[in-house]
């Protein structure tokens, strides 16, 4: 072979292999935190409390003393695949008091459920994808009309912003503890 053949067929590969990789970021969260000085435990536990009221979670727990308030699941997607399944989010906050500045740490946990076997679940940490939209919309579970990832997402940081207005904390102060990798999307269609 002739190195100008070599060098078509190289370039040819990698062409073929660039069409087949659809480059989005994963972001997987761990928690998103808000920050206010001033502001007692049990104040923000309240706040915490209310907002998460406001956007439709049902508490489970909450500790003023402990600085800790948990919602029930809430349900906010459904598949209908073979087996159907049905999506769940539960937020869990702590607050800490570290030299007079509140740090309110929401962590949000996804529930998947089979609808045929309420015993079949399984809890992840929530995970979405960002990116160029055409290279996003590859993802069926990012499809903004009825994707459970986008759901996810919107619900989550929907509560999150509700928290932030409740503690008068500025949307562009929240810290986001999140891991981010490259990822292509053909490896998440679903």
């Known amino acids: 072979m002739t190195i100008s053949k070599f060098l078509a067929v190289t370039a040819l590969s990698f062409s073929i292999a660039a069409c087949a990789s659809i480059p989005v970021t994963k972001v997987s969260v761990q928690s998103f935190e808000l920050q206010k000085a001033g502001l007692t435990q049990t104040a923000a536990v309240a706040q915490l409390t209310g907002a998460f009221v406001d956007k439709g979670f ?4 909450s500790n003023a003393d402990a600085g800790v308030v948990t919602t029930e699941y809430k349900k906010f997607a ?3 695949s073979d087996p159907p399944f049905d999506y769940y989010m539960q937020l869990r906050a702590k607050v800490k008091l570290v030299k007079g500045i509140s740090s309110v740490q929401i962590v949000p946990a996804i529930r998947e459920q089979n609808r045929q076997n309420a015993a079949a679940f399984t809890e992840r940490e929530l995970v979405y994808f960002t990116g160029d939209p055409e ?8 499809n903004t009309a009825a994707g459970w990832r986008s759901s996810a997402q919107t619900l989550f940081v929907n509560a999150v912003l509700g928290v932030a207005e409740a503690l008068g904390v500025n949307a562009d102060s929240i810290i986001q503890n999140v891991s981010k990798s490259l990822s292509n999307a053909r490896d998440f269609e679903d």
């Open 58 to 61: 049902d508490v489970k727990m």
């Open 78 to 80: 459904s598949v209908s």
């Open 135 to 142: 290279n996003v919309a590859e993802i069926a579970s990012m």
